[in-house]
């Protein structure tokens, strides 16, 4: 039997035709589908409107928060008597909650906009030195003990090195706001196969079972000052270079993301 669609006039039929066993002759069974065609076409076009409606409200409660704060320290600057040195915090609290604003914004352009894989040779060793010295200052800052354990063995990636960059370092805050004072973050590289796995440990509070498999939606976000934008673009990142990132975690017990790439030509020729 061959099945087909064509379109007739402003219609969409599907005819089924079959070969009849004996007499050497033929059935054709005509649909019209072209309501099928529009209800579906409806459906996609509904819940298009829908994520974008949900994206949209997540963005405004992301903005409203920092906003509503810099309008308030912003007034306050405006009052007088205000002695200098309450000015002068304000004004701090307030160009703080603007760059939030700006970091956000910075984010869902980043998110929109997706990652080209590039051409960039590198060594994950050095990348991963490089994000490690990116990153150290503010985790002694923060009282967190941070252990870099390189087992990459000289593989090398290629792809876009400002994108990896990013993602990596996006995994690295994620695990530093999740983890208090006192606590540690490990960051690995792994060598397997084909496969280069790149890792980040911590010993903070893990990620709840219900919020697992939410933990990479846009916007979404366990922390009050988070722009729930980070793993979604460290995903995106992961992806366009043909890799993912896992998430393992025992609620209490702490959290690890890997990210997953293959290594590239380049790699495996050497």
Known sequence: MTVGEWLLGEGLVSIAESTLASGGGKILVIHDVSAAHRMKAELERNQRLAAMGEMAASLAHQLRTPLAAALLYSANLGQAGVADEARARFSEKASGQLRRLERLIQDVLLFARGESIGRDLMLAGDLLQEAAQTVEPLMREHGIEFVTVDGCNEAKIV???????????????????????????????????????????????????????RIFDPFFTTKGQGTGLGLAIALGVARAHGGSIELFSVPGEGAEFVMILPLGAVESES
């Open 159 to 213: 792809g876009s090195h400002k994108a990896l960059f990013g993602a990596l370092v996006n995994l690295l805050e994620n695990a530093m706001q999740a983890t208090p004072a006192g606590g540690k973050i490990c960051l690995t590289g792994k060598k397997s196969g084909d496969l280069l796995a790149l890792g980040v440990r911590d010993t903070g509070p893990g990620v709840e079972l219900g919020k697992q498999t």
